[in-house]
Nanobody
Framework: QVDLVESGGGLVQPGGSLRLSCKASGITLDYYNIGWFRQAPGKEREGLSCTSSGNNATNYLDAVKGRFTISRDNAKKSVYLSMNSLKPEDTAVYYC????????????????????WGQGTQVTVSS
């Protein structure tokens, strides 16, 4: 059984930083693309960043480039999203997602590309 658990969300002031973690179980993370997504109230879920299984290639939504960094530690079965210079518009529930790919050298930011999802962690950016 594949299980993804996000953590690290919380309340932060504008300009602050958070580091989200996604802990996977039931899979060998080496063979999975992992994505981070978010969904704000009344808005559609959007892809923020992803990391590929084959060469840890990364992809970012333009709105978060230069502020968010994705990283993975396959040995710890964990993927991280470091978020800096947070803005009120970053407020949302943040999800990680996984899809088995074998060894793939690219990843997509489309939610339909992912098969497994965590339950999300709330990030609130407010003064």
């Amino acid at each position: 059984q594949v299980d993804l658990v996000e953590s690290g969300g919380g309340l932060v002031q504008p300009g602050g930083s958070l580091r989200l973690s996604c802990k996977a179980s039931g899979i060998t993370l080496d063979y999975y693309n992992i994505g981070w997504f978010r969904q704000a109230p009344g808005k559609e879920r959007e892809g923020l960043s992803c990391t590929s299984s084959g060469n840890n290639a990364t992809n970012y939504l333009d709105a978060v480039k230069g502020r968010f960094t994705i990283s993975r530690d396959n040995a710890k079965k964990s993927v991280y999203l470091s978020m800096n210079s947070l803005k009120p518009e970053d407020t949302a529930v943040y999800y990680c997602a996984a899809v088995y790919t074998g060894r793939l050298f690219s990843c997509l930011l489309a939610s339909y590309d992912y098969d497994y999802w965590g339950q999300g962690t709330q990030v609130t950016v407010s003064s």
